[in-house]
């Protein structure tokens, strides 16, 4: 049975028309993990599980508990939003994401506007339900961040400043104005760093030129970021990983391939190439393949 654990976490694994796939069961319980398995299994051989939508069975209700819990809760802004949320709970509350339309939301602002409610608490409230909606679907902003920071090794302040003007898909470069040396750096893009750079500049702000956004359109604020990236992994079962590890991937992956420290060091914005040498721990299996290539050398001169 394709089962694994990430973290406490149970999920599985399977692969439908070539492609692999994996899901978390949402539980720490094996025997409920093995139940969840063999439900979708069932489903995946039935042509029903890639044609459901998430939304034809979750409520508002479900959805804007969530919002509170993993996004308001221990906020000042969580009492501030309480009765917002209330207010949105006793009018959407039991109906599924799927069923709320723009018709329905037009009946919520006349519905409210008839209690005396004023204009702007009726689009605060609904601005807190979008933001709700936007972080219950996967967060791909999030995702888009992470594999670019995987992939250009650069700084989370420096990503978070990237704008559409630093951006050339020509020549497949971003350049970086000041990094933390206070130098500029022009760094040459992997696929898939410049697979995300295409999807994000398709759309366009009129009010900032950022590339990375939020859900809503905006600059991200790194506290949000921070928040929304442990909330990401306790969803995933991982633990021990922290928001700048994935430029020190991509400083090992560099390491590991063999790619001098010099080099590494460019890539990086490294001043010092002694803050590089952490870098310098190569795995045995690359080691190896370092004595192999020597040793080719060496049969070549006798």
Request: hydrophobic share 35%; charged share 30%; proline share 4%.
């Amino acid at each position: 049975m394709a089962l694994f654990k990430r973290g406490k976490v149970w999920w599985m694994s399977f692969t439908y028309n070539g492609r692999r796939y994996r899901r978390s069961c949402e539980t720490t319980d094996r025997r409920l993990a093995e139940k969840i398995y063999h439900k979708v299994m069932i489903e995946v051989i039935e042509g029903r599980y890639f044609e459901r939508l998430p939304g034809e069975t979750r409520t508002f209700r479900e959805m804007i508990e969530k919002y509170r819990e993993e996004y308001l809760s221990g906020l000042p802004a969580g009492r501030t939003c309480a009765s917002y949320i209330n207010g949105l709970i006793a009018f959407f509350g039991n109906y599924t994401l799927k069923e709320i339309t723009p018709r329905l939301i037009y009946e919520f602002k006349k519905m409210r506007r008839s209690q005396g409610v004023k204009p702007a608490t009726i689009n605060r409230q609904l601005t807190l339900a979008k933001r709700a909606f936007n972080l219950s679907v996967s967060p791909q902003w999030l995702k888009d961040f992470l594999i670019f920071a995987i992939w250009t090794g650069l700084r989370l302040g420096n990503i978070i400043g990237l704008k559409r003007r630093d951006v050339n898909l020509k020549n497949r470069t971003v350049y970086i104005e000041r990094t933390k040396n206070g130098e500029p750096l022009i760094i040459p893009l992997h696929d898939r760093a410049f697979e995300v750079l295409k999807r994000r500049l398709k759309v366009k702000y009129l009010e900032h030129d950022y590339v990375f956004t939020s859900p809503e359109g905006k600059p991200i604020e790194p506290n949000n970021l921070r928040r929304s990236f442990r909330i990401a992994l306790k969803r995933a079962g991982i633990e021990n990983l922290r928001i700048h590890d994935p430029r020190h991937t991509f400083g090992t992956r560099l390491a590991q391939a063999g790619v001098d420290l010099y080099t590494i060091a460019r890539l990086l914005g490294h001043k010092d190439i002694r803050t590089t040498q952490r870098y310098a721990h190569h795995s045995t299996q690359s080691l190896r393949r370092g004595i192999e290539v020597l040793s080719r050398e060496v049969l070549t001169q006798f």
